[in-house]
């Protein structure tokens, strides 16, 4: 379980996330990380958080966005959300580093979601792509289905997917939660 002041970094993106408010603290309202991206970070796959919006400030830098197929980039000072359902990505195409204050509602498990993927990427239990072996994918995947998704394939092959391929995922050993080895503290 994070905790406020943690932080998990992404050696794939090249990306802090700092918790400054979880789901336990806000009692499920709210999920608030600082995400620190490097220059010209990876960007990640097209993505939906079916039942949750997202509100991103960006504190320095900038920030490259597809949202809804519409591409923009925003500076310091300015605020962007993402509704619930909509298809996005997002990544530091710049030259210098981006900070920016990140939240998610409701929280639902988005610190838990965040502690697994990232935790596993840090403890070298993925491919270069961040991606970890096809059965803990597919628990994570479809423990997580509320929080993430992606584009593609279509949402009903996944769904199929991901729950046959997390059934024997569970029965071979993988959990959907996660304690990384390397987490580290402000």
């Known amino acids: 379980m994070v905790h406020v002041g943690e932080m998990i970094f992404d050696p794939i993106r090249k990306q802090k996330i700092i918790f400054r408010k979880t789901a336990k603290e806000t009692r499920g309202e709210l999920v608030e990380v600082e995400a620190v991206y490097h220059p010209s970070s990876t960007k990640p796959a097209t993505h939906v958080h079916p039942q949750q919006e997202e509100r991103f400030e960006v504190l320095e830098g ?3 966005t597809i949202i809804a197929g519409e591409k923009k980039t925003y500076q310091a000072g300015e605020i962007f959300h993402v509704p619930a359902g909509t298809t996005h990505e ?31 990427a840090q403890d070298g239990k993925t491919n270069p792509e961040g991606i970890p072996n096809l059965l803990q994918a597919a628990v994570i995947m479809w423990q997580y289905r509320r929080e993430f998704h992606f584009v593609k394939p279509p949402l009903i092959v996944q ?12 029965l071979c050993g993988y959990h959907g939660v996660y ?8």
């Open 159 to 170: 769904r199929i997917l991901f729950g046959l391929l997390a059934f024997i995922g569970r």
């Open 179 to 186: 304690t990384p080895a390397t987490h580290e503290r402000d």
């Open 90 to 120: 997002m990544w530091n195409g710049g030259t210098s580093g981006t900070r920016v204050i990140w939240q998610t509602r409701p929280a639902l498990h988005t610190d838990e979601f965040l502690e697994i993927t990232l935790g596993l």
């Open 62 to 64: 900038s920030i490259n």
